[in-house]
């Protein structure tokens, strides 16, 4: 295999370290949190600088008409389609400098290196920095990748506000993007060949492996419900438990059933009750109504069917036999999507090559990448998360980690722009 | 027996159905809601027109300093201690019209009915309207009972404030009394020698019992926790269930354990969990901490307390297995206080002279004849609450009811200023 000169690579990946800490800095806060909401002054400040800095690599950088920037290393053999790297610039609110960012700057700093190194690839290399991911300040996520693949036109973005009550479509305006919002797919593309992403794994099964890399074999589907659970509010005092139709005691049955047969399903199931409210609730009055979101997940859609099916015919149950009306609300349901094998077979190729223990694993988590792997083939590159943590200041991976990722990042998509993969279709 | 008058007894039933209604009307709204907290104006202008009420059926009228009103028919045997009878004037915010002033108005009436029929009575008897027992304005209940008992004093109102930021004293002085805060217990009484309180049951049990009267043997013992359950908060997508500390999952399991303990144990005891919050609830996020209350409640302070010792305990268990950290907060306890066997045989043979079914049955609320229930023999009546509802607009005893309960409480405070008890103490 090819041997990247590594003095360099040793350059590229110090660089890479500290433009992450610099693309912290917009929308920073003195405590380590970031904050960077779609179309907001940090936000745009980022994906200028952004492009800055791809044109400094020597990149062709320019962004689409929803935001999302592209940076572009041309091949000489147009025959090829694209191979896109990158992930999503905008951040949750107060959260770290790694979700997203890590993937946008190992994106943008390999492909500096392999242009740096050997120049003109035979099929073009591109890196994204998505405009929006995370659903932070409107109510839709995806809004990047989602019109980039066409899963999400213009439309999507009708009647939606931000907290401050200003319109996507102002957002949009305000921040210099789309003003003419009659065109449903301006930032449609039909041309890419393949999707890769390198992200923060999000969780700690990689920490808890001892696993430097994650690959991922797909993205979990996800099925979330509002459940309602409805039954007698009584003064806690003067009604006798046996004349009680309590419906706090009804939901605690529920969630105990979730978990006790999620861990009997066993991975990579899981399903989760993340929010409960006890309506009017207070310390002596029996809970009239309970109101708590359940959320399943799994990589294979029928066996997240049969097991939603299973626990909900039995949360019906539960509410018969207790006298206790139940109403439950799908609001979400998205299929598991699978990455693909051959991109996935070259991240472990690269892991063997540099010797960082690798682990297949599902993501639980949504990504860009999911958008992807429905329209071309996509795959991930997963980093480990130093106690599972994101979403907060308090998001971690250490430099060696972000290091070993990204060397393994350069060498994927070195095949794919210029080795092995690099003649072919991928 | 001694037969009363019934067409006059007929009509003073009718005037006290009447006086409920015109009760209501301070503090009252379109929606049959009732609302009079303390010192405020419709509370100062309840207090003041009652005071002439009681005038007018021949009482000696008077507040005492916090404004507890009370009105005497004094009685031709100044060492017979008097008998105490009434209940409170104050109202939760949104309240029904009888709880509470049921018996302020039943209490009137019949000493307004027997100072008609019968004249001076050997014992003195007095009505009494107290200020305050819902803590619905400043975090604190009983303030009426409390004074008048010597359990609260006026170092009790010190720091309390209302949701407006006004103090207790500031209140007190508005609406015109109390003005010298340095005497401790400027309301104390200990010279009542019975307590006698007629009011709403507030729960649903002598309406499914199908009896007209409840005969109160205790007002249950109290102990209120607050439980705080901490565990990890991760992501729900990307945490495996073996992975996880899931605080609602172990608060789940301790509020099916309290409701299947309470179930084992059996009446009289209850325990409810009311509120229950998950910190930070999120869909897609494993609780890391949940807080919940614990109530307990029993006519038996020894079963209770082995109830909430073999109770907490498996809660630290739970929380033990699962790696969670629990925290258990006392921070009510209140003894149960065993209502006067004495009274409580003149209430039944009350309802036997009427064919009234009685029913004797814990008090699961708290009532000012508990703070009585301490220094001198006290008793309670309650009449049927339709549906169990109270604190509500909706809170309703029929007509024929609380005539039926106004007819035992004459008949039983006949006995103890006129007939075969108005001859030695209580």
Same mark, same amino acid.
């Given at each position: 295999?090819?041997?990247?000169?590594?003095?360099?690579?040793?350059?590229?990946?110090?660089?890479?370290?500290?433009?992450?800490?610099?693309?912290?800095?917009?929308?920073?806060?003195?405590?380590?949190?970031?904050?960077?909401?779609?179309?907001?002054?940090?936000?745009?400040?980022?994906?200028?600088?952004?492009?800055?800095?791809?044109?400094?690599?020597?990149?062709?950088?320019?962004?689409?008409?929803?935001?999302?920037?592209?940076?572009?290393?041309?091949?000489?053999?147009?025959?090829?389609?694209?191979?896109?790297?990158?992930?999503?610039?905008?951040?949750?609110?107060?959260?770290?400098?790694?979700?997203? *960012?890590?993937?946008?700057? #190992?994106? !943008?700093? /390999? $492909?500096?290196?392999? &242009? @740096?190194?050997?120049?003109?690839?035979?099929?073009?290399?591109?890196?994204?920095?998505?405009?929006?991911?995370?659903?932070?300040?409107?109510?839709?996520?995806?809004?990047?990748?989602?019109?980039?693949?066409?899963?999400?036109?213009?439309?999507?973005?009708?009647?939606?506000?931000?907290?401050?009550?200003?319109?996507?479509?102002?957002?949009?305006?305000?921040?210099?993007?789309?003003?003419?919002?009659?065109?449903?797919?301006?930032?449609?593309?039909?041309?890419?060949?393949?999707?890769?992403?390198?992200?923060?794994?999000?969780?700690?099964?990689?920490?808890?492996?001892?696993?430097?890399?994650?690959?991922?074999?797909?993205?979990?589907?996800?099925?979330?419900?509002?459940?309602?659970?409805?039954?007698?509010?009584?003064?806690?005092?003067?009604?006798?438990?046996?004349?009680?139709?309590? *419906?706090?005691?009804?939901? #605690?049955? !529920?969630? /105990? $059933?979730?978990?006790? &047969? @999620?861990?009997?399903?066993?991975?990579?199931?899981?399903?989760?009750?993340?929010?409960?409210?006890?309506?009017?609730?207070?310390?002596?009055?029996?809970?009239?109504?309970?109101?708590?979101?359940?959320?399943?997940?799994?990589?294979?859609?029928?066996?997240?069917?049969?097991?939603?099916?299973?626990?909900?015919?039995?949360?019906?149950?539960?509410?018969?036999?207790?006298?206790?009306?139940?109403?439950?609300?799908?609001?979400?349901?998205?299929?598991?999507?699978?990455?693909?094998?051959?991109?996935?077979?070259?991240?472990?190729?690269?892991?063997?090559?540099?010797?960082?223990?690798?682990?297949?694993?599902?993501?639980?988590?949504?990504?860009?990448?999911?958008?992807?792997?429905?329209?071309?083939?996509?795959?991930?590159?997963?980093?480990?998360?130093?106690?599972?943590?994101?979403?907060?200041?308090?998001?971690?991976?250490?430099?060696?980690?972000?290091?070993?990722?990204?060397?393994?990042?350069?060498?994927?998509?070195?095949?794919?722009?210029?080795?092995?993969?690099?003649?072919?279709?991928?």
């Amino acid at each position: 295999m090819t041997e990247h000169p590594q003095e360099l690579l040793t350059a590229y990946s110090g660089r890479m370290l500290a433009e992450l800490d610099w693309l912290a800095t917009f929308g920073g806060d003195a405590e380590g949190g970031v904050t960077r909401l779609l179309y907001s002054a940090p936000w745009l400040q980022a994906q200028m600088a952004l492009m800055d800095k791809m044109q400094e690599l020597g990149l062709t950088a320019d962004f689409d008409e929803v935001g999302n920037l592209f940076g572009k290393l041309k091949g000489s053999q147009p025959e090829l389609k694209p191979v896109l790297t990158g992930s999503h610039v905008d951040t949750v609110k107060n959260g770290g400098k790694y979700d997203g *960012a890590y993937g946008v700057v #190992a994106s !943008m700093m /390999a $492909l500096g290196f392999l &242009k @740096a190194v050997y120049g003109t690839p035979k099929r073009t290399l591109e890196v994204v920095s998505f405009c929006e991911e995370e659903g932070s300040r409107f109510p839709l996520a995806y809004w990047g990748s989602g019109h980039v693949t066409g899963a999400l036109s213009m439309l999507d973005g009708n009647g939606l506000v931000d907290r401050e009550g200003v319109t996507m479509l102002e957002a949009m305006a305000e921040a210099g993007f789309e003003t003419e919002p009659a065109r449903l797919y301006p930032a449609r593309r039909e041309d890419i060949g393949a999707y890769i992403e390198i992200h923060i794994e999000q969780g700690g099964v990689l920490e808890y492996k001892q696993k430097q890399i994650g690959v991922v074999t797909a993205i979990v589907g996800q099925i979330r419900h509002i459940v309602v659970v409805s039954g007698a509010s009584n003064h806690a005092g003067t009604t006798p438990m046996t004349m009680r139709r309590d *419906a706090l005691a009804g939901a #605690a049955e !529920m969630v /105990a $059933l979730t978990e006790r &047969k @999620a861990l009997g399903e066993g991975e990579p199931l899981v399903a989760t009750v993340g929010r409960l409210e006890v309506k009017r609730g207070t310390s002596n009055v029996v809970p009239g109504e309970v109101e708590f979101t359940l959320d399943i997940r799994h990589t294979d859609a029928v066996a997240m069917d049969a097991f939603r099916d299973g626990l909900l015919a039995e949360f019906r149950e539960i509410a018969e036999q207790r006298g206790l009306g139940i109403q439950i609300t799908e609001h979400l349901y998205a299929l598991p999507v699978a990455m693909d094998e051959g991109i996935s077979a070259e991240i472990e190729a690269a892991c063997d090559y540099y010797g960082y223990p690798s682990w297949r694993m599902p993501s639980g988590a949504g990504h860009d990448a999911q958008l992807f792997g429905t329209v071309c083939p996509s795959a991930m590159i997963f980093v480990p998360s130093q106690g599972g943590i994101s979403h907060s200041p308090k998001e971690y991976t250490s430099p060696v980690e972000l290091v070993n990722g990204f060397q393994t990042l350069v060498r994927v998509l070195y095949q794919y722009g210029y080795g092995g993969k690099a003649d072919e279709d991928v």
